[in-house]
């Protein structure tokens, strides 16, 4: 079966750091760009984040460059989102996807794997 889970989702005080990871089971990510997405209650999916699959290209949305990092570790099928300087409006479900390429788009269409989420709350 081809999957992917999220996990490291969780509470924590504004300011505080999480790292989420994306992990794959059935295929191999060597092949996929890996997107972030998250979703808060009552609002549209948005993409957060996305690295390509060498990893030598890496996208980020305005709302979170310069606090989070995304990263991957093809040995271990995995990608990672390191959270930093969490504030309360990062409060949602994070999701990770794949897709053939990143491009900053993050056109939901183009990702074809995706996983069934991760909590995220940042609150006090």
């Known amino acids: 079966q081809l999957q992917l889970v999220e996990s490291g989702g969780g509470l924590v005080q504004p300011g505080g750091s999480l790292r989420l990871s994306c992990a794959a089971s059935?295929?191999?990510?060597?092949?996929?760009?890996i997107g972030w997405f998250r979703q808060a209650p009552g609002k549209e999916r948005e993409g957060v984040s996305c690295?390509?699959?060498?990893?030598?290209?890496?996208n980020y949305a305005g709302s979170v460059k310069g606090r989070f990092t995304i990263s991957r570790d093809n040995a271990k099928n995995t990608v990672y989102l390191q959270m930093n300087s969490l504030k309360p409006e990062d409060t949602a479900d994070y999701y990770c996807?794949?897709?053939?390429?990143?491009?900053?788009?993050?056109?939901?269409?183009?990702?074809?794997?995706w996983g069934q989420g991760t909590q995220v709350t940042v609150s006090s």
């Open positions: 059935g295929f191999t990510l060597d092949y996929y760009a």
């Open positions: 996807a794949a897709a053939r390429g990143c491009d900053g788009s993050y056109y939901v269409d183009d990702y074809v794997y």
């Open positions: 690295i390509s699959s060498s990893g030598g290209g890496t």
